[in-house]
């Protein structure tokens, strides 16, 4: 089973899922693993992004690995609303899902919005 830790302790994802709607929403969730974990982790997410796709509100998401060894992957997954995710997120199939994840394994999912930076960045 996944370990939680909060990516932010002032605000947790808890507190974010009752923040007012907005959209569209990325989750980054950062996990961290023995790297010899590695195959049973990439086998859980695929598990758990077949679910999400599947979701009202989902868009899309895309696993990515630390380089050098590193046992951390970063899951970028972009929804329509913080409802959504929270709907997704909170169903009771998805929870049980969590249970997959090798002993290692610790999340620390956070939710984002993207920044207009003039010269740099579109919302």
């Not at 796709?53 to 895309?62: D, P, R």
């Not at 929804?79 to 929270?86: D, I, L, P, Y």
């Amino acid at each position: 089973m996944v370990a939680l830790k909060e990516l932010n302790e002032n605000v947790g994802l808890a507190e974010q899922m009752q923040a007012p709607e907005e959209g569209p929403i990325v989750l980054i969730n950062v996990f961290t693993i023995d790297p010899s974990d590695e195959a049973a982790l990439v086998s859980a997410w695929s598990h758990d992004a077949d679910f999400m796709k599947a979701q009202a509100g989902y868009i899309s998401t895309q696993l990515h690995k630390a380089i050098g060894g590193s046992g951390t992957f970063v899951n970028y997954a972009v929804w329509e609303s913080v409802g959504s995710f929270r709907a997704a997120f909170t169903n009771p199939e998805f929870q049980k899902r969590i249970a997959d994840y090798p002993e290692s394994a610790v999340a620390s999912p956070h939710l984002f919005k993207k920044l207009a930076v003039p010269s740099h960045c579109v919302a």
